[in-house]
């Protein structure tokens, strides 16, 4: 648990980090080509951070590591949909 949440943690600096010297918003993808390419990278930089860290007790098959992707690309977005329809967040992304 410690190894995951610390992960998770780690792996959202990076692209929080180049966002906020871009001046975009915390929350916010930006705009056009780079702004799908943050929102790509939005979804997948704490299971990146995740992964990273787990790996000296753990490494998915390649295989397995596609099918955690592929969940994640749906499942983040289903998430933030679900936290707009409660009232916990003011838009999915």
């Known amino acids: 648990g410690l190894l995951l949440g610390t992960g998770y943690i780690v792996g959202e600096l990076p692209n929080s980090f ?10 916010a993808s930006g705009q056009g080509v780079a702004g799908r390419a943050f929102w790509v990278v939005d979804q997948l930089d704490s299971l990146a951070g995740m992964l990273l860290f787990i790996a ?15 969940i994640m690309l749906v499942a983040h ?5 679900i936290m707009v329809l409660f009232g916990l967040k003011d838009r999915v992304g």
């Open 18 to 27: 180049a966002k906020r010297q871009l001046g975009i918003a915390p929350g």
């Open 56 to 70: 000296p007790v753990w490494r998915p098959s390649l295989a397995l590591l596609a099918l955690i992707v592929a």
């Open 77 to 81: 977005p289903v998430g933030a949909w």
